[in-house]
């Protein structure tokens, strides 16, 4: 690994300040687990390092009176286990546990995972589904970035170069509200998904659908809204007729690539494949 200097500011203050002083050239650390392996294949080469694992209240996970925030330092494993997480939204738990192995879990964090902004992560689908909105700060100002405008490209997003993401914040769930997340793993249940599916509906009293969110992960250069499936499903029932429409609809959004884990064609059908069993499950 290349020399570089390393920082641990205290405070989130001290650590916005240090990073407006050489933005371009200095790489922010949360829990490492992506940014330590691209350093050691040569693939970055950063002049500083800022870890902000001593800025203790951005682990915060709590309850607002909007919904919940979940602090950026917060790990995938203390997600899973949060009751606060699990209350909001049980396919949100699910998801972070879903993620790689234990120990990954326990060191990889939110922030670090939306910033690296690799479309087969697990996070961001179920978060994008419960219309997530992340919170960057800077030295000088603060943004609230809906997550479908945070991801921009493979492994980039719209944060600028001396701003760091301190949060994501969730809404409140419609009353009566179902969500879960599907992960497809024809290999070992520690890899990246083929495709990953999450779907949140909620229902009048007639069972027309009143609201609908499909997300879907490993299907395109970045996670990705099915807006034309979430359209579809609105105002009617959720029966088989509907859900294999919206599915039909998912898969046509989707834009794959070859890869180990399948062929663009095979995605693709995988897509609708699982949204439909994820539509199936919350109807």
């Excluded at 249940?189 to 083929?194: G, R, S």
Aim: aromatic share 4%; hydrophobic share 50%.
């Amino acid at each position: 690994m290349r020399p570089f200097d390393y920082l641990e500011p205290e405070t989130l203050d001290e650590a916005l300040a240090l990073l407006a002083d050489d933005p371009d050239d200095t790489l922010v650390m949360a829990g490492g687990t992506a940014i330590v392996i691209l350093m050691k294949q040569d693939l970055i080469r950063p002049a500083r390092v800022i870890g902000l694992r001593r800025i203790a209240p951005l682990r915060a996970i709590g309850a607002t009176d909007e919904g919940l925030r979940l602090g950026a330092l917060a790990t995938h494993g203390a997600l899973a286990r949060s009751p606060e997480v699990r209350g909001h939204a049980a396919a949100l738990a699910s998801t972070f546990a879903a993620v790689a192995t234990v120990r990954i879990r326990e060191q990889a964090t939110l922030g670090g995972n939306l910033a690296h902004a690799d479309p087969a992560q697990d996070p961001p689908v179920t978060l994008l589904a419960l219309d997530g909105v992340a919170v960057a700060r800077s030295k000088t100002r603060a943004r609230r970035i809906p997550l479908d405008a945070l991801f921009v490209d493979l492994f980039e997003t719209s944060l600028e170069p001396d701003e760091l993401l301190v949060a994501v914040e969730l809404p409140r769930l419609p009353v009566g509200a179902r969500a879960t997340y599907k992960k497809f793993l024809p290999a070992t249940l520690d890899d990246y998904a083929t495709v990953s599916v999450a779907a949140v509906v909620a229902t009048d009293a007639t069972g027309a659908c009143t609201h609908a969110r499909i997300a879907l992960g490993g299907a395109g250069p970045v996670p990705l809204r099915a807006r034309a499936a979430e359209r579809s499903l609105l105002r009617r029932r959720l029966d088989d007729a509907a859900i294999r429409e919206a599915a039909a609809l998912a898969a046509a959004a989707t834009d794959p690539i070859d890869d180990l884990r399948g062929s663009a064609e095979y995605k693709r059908a995988m897509a609708g494949v699982w949204t439909a069993r994820a539509l199936r499950e919350v109807a």
